[in-house]
């Protein structure tokens, strides 16, 4: 089933479900919240991290990192042998197992960005997001 349900319009809208789908939608971002203080207390942002491929895209591949939302590891952050042939196309295929860096969590659109390149510990994105996680946690 999907998150969101059924999307519906008009006379067919069940009030009721709309408010169980509202509650599932913001239990989801609470969990990705949870996850993503996680993450950075234990230092995950930035140093590697085993995973798996979930799906592959024209556009990258998405990685399940063991937590309430998978992140999407984009073509140009791919790196190593056997991820991208020299003409671009993506060889990693759902199952294949990657170790991936954390860059960003955007815990309001749910989004998780990843990458297999190396760098410093953190980008200064990933400071950001740090910072904006930790103020969620005081909250």
């Known amino acids: 089933e999907s998150l969101f349900g059924e ?3 008009g006379d067919e809208a069940d009030p009721a479900e709309l408010e169980a789908n509202a509650r599932r939608a913001r239990k989801h971002k609470q969990a990705v919240e949870k996850w993503a203080g996680r993450m950075r207390n234990r230092g995950f ?3 590697p991290k085993p995973a798996t491929v979930t799906s592959v895209t ?5 990685v399940d ?3 309430p939302a998978e992140g999407l ?3 140009s952050e791919m790196e190593g042998r056997g991820v991208v042939s020299r003409g671009g196309k993506i060889l990693l295929k759902p199952g294949d197992p990657v170790h ?3 860059v960003e969590v955007d815990v309001e659109t749910q989004r998780v ?3 297999q390149k190396a760098g410093e510990s953190e980008s200064a994105e990933a400071e950001e997001s740090a910072a904006a996680m ?3 946690e005081e909250r």
């Open 7 to 9: 999307v519906l319009t």
């Open 45 to 47: 942002f930035g140093q």
């Open 58 to 62: 024209e556009y990258g591949a998405f």
């Open 65 to 67: 990192l063991g937590g």
């Open 73 to 75: 590891l984009h073509v």
């Open 100 to 102: 991936v860096r954390i």
């Open 113 to 115: 960005r990843l990458t």
């Open 134 to 136: 930790a103020v969620l």
